[in-house]
């Protein structure tokens, strides 16, 4: 490093030609920026299974922005087994539970399609999510179970 160096602040560097590069400010144009665009394999791998599908409608549908994955569950459970909430065994309501803690929602939050709070057992919609919108038939899911 050589005296020059040192005097300039740690965020702004000069280029080969003289000018000043602030470092601070392609940071914040890459904050500000939209997600990547996903990759097809990824799209769909996410929407070929119905319950990541159910996961994403349900989700998206909720007003209150994070979703308790217990409820998540139950309503998950009750579509595929075509029952009311209250109608659910304990074992059916587990099995989806451990599927969607274990398996669907750590993949689509990889995907940054959701949020998934494995500690507070929470989720809610990643900044990729509005990309598979365009994927999704505008049969529900939920009409099909």
Known sequence: ???SDMDVPETERTDDEGEVEN????VESEQSAEPEPLPLDIVFEILKNKRRRLVLRYVRREENETV???ELAEHVAALENDKSVAALT???RKRVYVGLYQCHLPKMDDADIVEFDRNRGTIK?????D???EYLDSQSDEETV
Request: no cysteine; net charge negative.
């Open 1 to 3: 490093m050589t005296s």
């Open 90 to 92: 304990s074992g059916e």
């Open 125 to 129: 919609l990643g900044e990729s999510a």
């Open 131 to 133: 990309q598979l919108d």
């Open 23 to 26: 470092e601070g400010e392609s």
């Open 68 to 70: 308790d994955l217990g």
